[in-house]
């Protein structure tokens, strides 16, 4: 009301109005004539789908100041084939370019186990497939170095360059431990497929737009509760496969070493869905620059 009065337009920018029992609490009778009275002075919604949208018509914004825009956050999400230091990581890795590249990123507790014992499945039929594990938390780190090792594989750290052994092993089987922070797009880069992590375990998922930005055919588990539109966007555009168990993650894996031209129709896919959604930033910025001249 103060800036209402003082003539000073209030905006909401990247507009999400929560869900059905958040905005039903605004309708409450006890509040629903000052929510009302507040929402009506709203200069201008820029609202992130139409969704959102109804739903602050609902709560009294004027119909003609309500203005789907989109999402800021496609226009955050970067476009690119390669990212700078990935062939600087390939090579101090010792990662061999002229195999694939399974990278599993943003992994939670519960998930390394569960994608080891898929890897142990693909490399039956896949010897050439290379695996590459980066978890979310880096306090987990050593915790997976020792997990990967007590599958047999040697598990060759990015922060030390030293492969840590299983005992009594001839020449084990390398896999990869990202166990440095800031290099997860690097690691994504290199990847043939990948898989990302905190969605087999209810955690609610993680940054699904990195990998399609990158154009990777991606897998994920089913728990994507914090990314829900970015997910439901890949899955209608079938440019997601998304796994409940090992035995699911081995053949979504295991179809897309198969069958090349799905892996890049996939990709794709993936990278237009994002670059399909861009735009938002500039819209709200013109609007704005309307109310300020």
Known sequence: EIASR???????????????????RFEWPIVRGVARRM?????????????????FRR?????????????VKYDSADIADTIEG????????????????????STGPGEEAVILDAYARLIRDFPELQIAIV?????RFDEVARLIVSRGYACLRRSTGAPQLPENAVEPRPAWLGDTVGELRAFYSLAAIVFVGRSLVPMGGSDLMEAAGLAKAILSGPHTENFAEVAALLTAANAIVVVRDASELAAGVAKLLGDAAERARMSRAARATILERRGATEKTVQRMLEFLF
């Open 6 to 24: 003082r003539e000073i337009p209030a905006m909401i920018v990247n507009g999400r109005a929560t869900d059905e029992k958040s905005v039903r």
């Open 86 to 105: 990935q062939e600087a990581l390939r090579d101090a890795m010792g990662i061999d370019a002229s195999r694939p590249l399974w990278v599993c990123g």
């Open 135 to 139: 978890p979310r938390k880096p306090e």
């Open 39 to 55: 929402f009506s002075q709203v200069s201008w919604v820029g609202a992130q789908d139409e969704v959102h949208a109804e739903r």
């Open 59 to 71: 709560l009294g914004v004027a119909a003609d100041r309500v203005v789907v825009t989109g999402s």
